[in-house]
């Protein structure tokens, strides 16, 4: 590399294996898997990384479908990160096969040039974001796989190009409820029922809405509401996520959620037991000066971005790339893919995972990944000097 461009090298090395990362990314997205069930995505994304150049550890901290791909031994460690499992029901619709891949391309892209560059290059494969408590950063933060990294950087697709999206702290937890069955009919005094509990627990919710801030959240689902109409329900569960903008804001809303549930309780006299929600999401704190080097590699390849003001704060998700981002320096930009008017969580947006598009998105985001490494080495030999 010595007396040539780094970043056209890297662009270089990464268009060699270009077609085994976009073939990793469709392979996932025609196998979508579950958190910690992702044994296949993963197997394939070692093997691609393997072929690319780097060591690669699989299973690491206990995890099974958790790996850590290394290349280099410099002074400055950046990590970047591969997210890999789907949706329940809609598959790839937030477009994990994308992310997983980019991160692959990106180490490919920095894995010949690491030692020239000073640069230690991780890529870890970090299953389960989808699940919302106890995800796979979370863990792997836990073991210490994070330790020592100067920049933690990912990109995830979708409909714009956003260099420091907004992202909440959430909890998500379920709810149960146990009451006594009964034939609804016959003997209805004879039972306790667990539906209504639930029912009256939802309409507290929706009444609490009223005075929630503006970025408050808090939605779910019933995942268990009975077995049969003509007898009372024992037993109901629901799972929850509520959402703020910091750690603190969301333990407040949560706790005012959570004597919703106890009202349902009290009302309806079942017995309420919440499990989940200790290993929740952190806030997203973008590094500014992370970001502004993505987003200039990212335009210098084409890419646009805009000034959407606080247009985008209605739209904020939650990732434990936030718990990251509160250990090391860390970025989470959207990258955009031609989805048709389709956003993330949708079946359509999941049709766009894969194409023309998401294929150039993805192609993009391993340079601009693999860039932004480069000039945060390049920034930290500057001020050595």
């Known amino acids: 590399m010595r007396g040539s461009d780094p970043k056209q090298a890297a662009k270089r090395f990464f268009t060699e294996r270009a077609d085994d990362v976009i073939a990793a990314s469709r392979e996932i997205h025609a196998h979508p898997e ?24 699989r299973g690491v901290a206990g995890v099974p479908t958790a790996f850590l791909a290394r290349a280099g031994s410099g002074s400055v460690h950046v990590a970047i990160c591969a997210e890999y499992d789907a949706l329940p029901g809609i598959g790839h619709a937030c477009g994990h096969n994308l992310i997983g891949a980019a991160a692959a391309g990106a180490g490919i892209a920095l894995a010949r040039l690491a030692d020239d560059l000073d640069l230690t290059v991780s890529v870890v494969g970090t299953p ?30 979708g409909p714009v190009d956003v260099a420091m999206p907004p992202m909440l702290a959430c909890a998500t937890f379920d709810v149960h409820y146990h009451g006594v069955e009964a034939h609804a009919s016959a003997f209805p005094e004879r039972g306790i029922n667990a539906g209504d509990a639930l029912t009256v ?19 779910g689902i019933v995942t268990k509401g009975g077995e049969a109409p003509n007898i009372i329900p024992a037993h109901t569960v629901a799972r929850y996520i509520v959402r703020s903008t910091t750690f603190a804001q969301m333990e407040e809303i949560k706790q005012r959620v959570w ?12 017995e309420l037991r919440i499990e989940g929600g200790d290993k929740p999401y952190a806030h997203m704190v973008h590094d500014t000066d992370l970001a502004k080097l993505y987003q200039a590699n990212a335009e210098s390849l084409g890419r646009t971005f805009r000034n959407f003001g606080r247009a ?19 970025i989470h930009p959207i990258i955009a893919i031609d989805s048709e008017g389709s956003v993330p969580h949708q079946a359509a947006f999941a049709r766009h995972c894969v194409g023309p598009s ?20 390049a920034t930290r030999a500057t001020t050595a000097q």
């Open 259 to 270: 004597r919703c549930f106890e009202a349902g309780a009290l009302a309806t006299g079942a």
């Open 312 to 330: 985008l704060e209605r739209s904020a998700a939650s990732t434990d790339m936030g718990n990251v981002s509160l250990r090391a320096p860390s």
């Open 34 to 57: 579950l958190a910690y069930e992702e044994k296949r995505a993963s197997d394939l994304l070692c093997s691609v990384l393997e072929h690319g150049g780097l060591d690669v550890a």
């Open 201 to 219: 627990a939802q309409t507290a919710i929706g009444l609490l809405r009223q005075q929630m801030r503006a970025d408050d959240r808090v939605h």
């Open 128 to 157: 389960a974001e989808e699940l919302g408590d106890g995800g796979g950063k979370i863990l792997l933060l836990d073991a210490g796989i994070f330790d020592g990294v100067d920049a933690a950087l990912m990109a995830h697709p």
């Open 358 to 377: 998401a294929e150039r998105a993805l192609v993009d985001a391993s340079l601009a990944l693999a860039w932004t490494a480069i000039d945060v080495a």
